[in-house]
């Protein structure tokens, strides 16, 4: 799976997630940019992003993704394990 197939398949994760076909993330989206994104729909988000991807994040790697960059990074990564 290259990077630009990594990136519609979080779009997609983020879309089932808040419910709105029209949220488009980028690299630098962060919570602040989604209106609902809180605690309980990040958990969402990784489980989805888990589920998608048929990988494990650990408690440790959500706490060092500080944008959907540093997700998508982490994701290829683990896609290439």
Do not use: C, P, Y
Not at 8 to 20: L, P, S, Y
Not at 22 to 40: F, N, Q
């Amino acid at each position: 799976m290259n990077n630009e197939q990594i990136f519609e398949k979080v779009n997609g994760v983020f879309r089932t997630t808040f419910k709105d076909d029209t949220i488009l993330v980028t690299r630098e989206t962060t919570a602040k940019d989604i209106a609902g994104w809180d605690s309980i729909t990040h958990l969402d988000i990784i489980t989805g992003m888990e589920e998608a991807f048929q990988v494990e994040i650990t408690g440790f790697e959500v706490m060092n993704l500080n944008n959907v960059g540093d997700l998508l990074d982490l994701l290829a990564q683990k896609m290439s394990e």
